[in-house]
């Protein structure tokens, strides 16, 4: 596609709840990247990865929280029981993977837990 | 990872040259520096991105010395739609591999009349 694609782009779920967050990156980018950000914070990173494979996780809060690429493509990004304090948007960008390239964001889901 | 210090907040007038400046006492020899943009309700957007000296594209300059332990963006000319929050990550240069991209708070630019 032309950009980085994230859906659902708004999502209400209630307390306890399991919620999946999609992203498709741009064709032919091996770098995805997953970010959490609160309002009116900056950038929470969580996860990125190479290809299928994740070198840092070091960024996701709990674990009830998880993430996998399929395929050098699409991620899905997963909140198991999902809390309160999980409501933010959560960012998804790609790269070429080469070493300091241009990242490219998609617009986010808002995810709101109630 | 290098940690970045920028300030919280700036304002600026429609017209002016907007200079926002970075800290990176840590930068590693194969880092780059990097800025981008962010509108609210949008994900960030690159803007510029350097290792030296100067850099200058069709929307900022990029001002690095020597030393590298700090970098400045150059806005010239803001405008109102220039309002946005401006980040500056230093990233690792895996070569071949990608770089954890880990942005700070950020700086808020306020644009006015």
């Known amino acids: 596609g032309a950009g980085v694609s994230q859906s659902p782009s708004n999502k209400v779920t209630e307390k306890g709840k399991d919620v999946e967050l999609r992203c498709d990156p741009i064709?032919?980018?091996?770098?995805l990247y997953w970010y959490r950000q609160s309002l009116g914070q900056g950038l929470e990173f969580l996860i990125y990865f190479q290809g299928n494979s994740a070198p840092d996780k070091s960024g996701l809060p709990s674990d009830r929280f998880s993430a996998e690429r399929t395929g050098g493509s699409v991620s899905t990004l997963t909140i198991q029981r999902t809390q309160q304090e999980d409501s933010a948007v959560y960012l998804c960008?790609?790269?070429?993977?080469?070493?300091?390239?241009?990242?490219?964001f998609g617009q986010g889901t808002r995810l709101t837990v109630v | 990872l290098a940690k970045t210090t920028q300030p919280i907040s700036m304002d600026s007038y429609e017209g002016q040259e907007v200079n926002i400046t970075c800290s990176h006492n840590?930068?590693?020899?194969?880092?780059?520096i990097t800025w981008y943009q962010q509108f609210p309700s949008q994900g960030p957007r690159f803007i510029i991105q350097?290792?030296?000296t100067k850099v200058t594209n069709e929307v900022a300059s990029l001002f690095i010395p020597a030393d590298r332990k700090s970098s400045t963006l150059s806005l010239p000319r803001v405008s109102l739609s220039d309002t946005a929050v401006y980040y500056c990550l230093v990233g690792v240069n895996l070569t071949g591999t990608a770089s954890k991209l880990t942005f700070g708070t950020g700086t808020r630019l306020q644009v006015t009349l």
């Open positions: 840590n930068i590693a020899t194969n880092d780059y």
């Open positions: 960008a790609s790269s070429r993977g080469q070493a300091n390239t241009e990242a490219f």
């Open positions: 350097g290792y030296k």
């Open positions: 064709s032919g980018h091996t770098a």
